[in-house]
């Protein structure tokens, strides 16, 4: 089983700056991919930012330039420094874990947190 606890959501001004932070626990090795997801009130579920174990690094096209994901794969954790935030950017974040290598050996696919909360006041 995998547990990923999202923190560091809340309020700001447009042109400010949020860090989130997504702590994965649980029985496993390793992680492939983590990342992080956004949905707006109405609309459907996008991608903010996806990094592998390596480094490797994937953004949506709304936050390229302005919001930066990072990793610390000893401690299974996730990183979204968000700048230059505007009232669009409101949505419920979601930190999503994929690739994950059990202690059973088996690889799961498409673990969420529970989301947290990003308003951008204009």
């Known amino acids: 089983q995998v547990q990923l606890v999202e923190s560091g959501g809340g309020l700001a001004q447009a042109g400010g700056s949020l860090r989130l932070s997504c702590a994965a626990s649980g029985s496993f090795f390793t992680i492939n991919a983590m990342g992080w997801y956004r949905q707006a009130p109405g609309k459907q579920r996008e991608l903010v930012a996806t990094?592998?174990?390596?480094?490797?690094?994937n953004y949506g096209d709304s936050v390229k330039g302005r919001f930066t994901i990072s990793r610390d794969n000893a401690k299974n954790t996730v990183y979204l420094q968000m700048n230059s935030l505007k009232p669009e950017d409101t949505a419920v974040y979601y930190c999503?874990?994929?690739?994950?290598?059990?202690?059973?050996?088996?690889?799961?696919?498409?673990?969420w947190g529970q989301g947290t909360q990003v308003t951008v006041s204009s």
């Open positions: 990094i592998t174990s390596g480094g490797s690094t």
């Open positions: 999503n874990a994929d690739g994950i290598l059990t202690t059973t050996l088996r690889r799961v696919h498409d673990y």
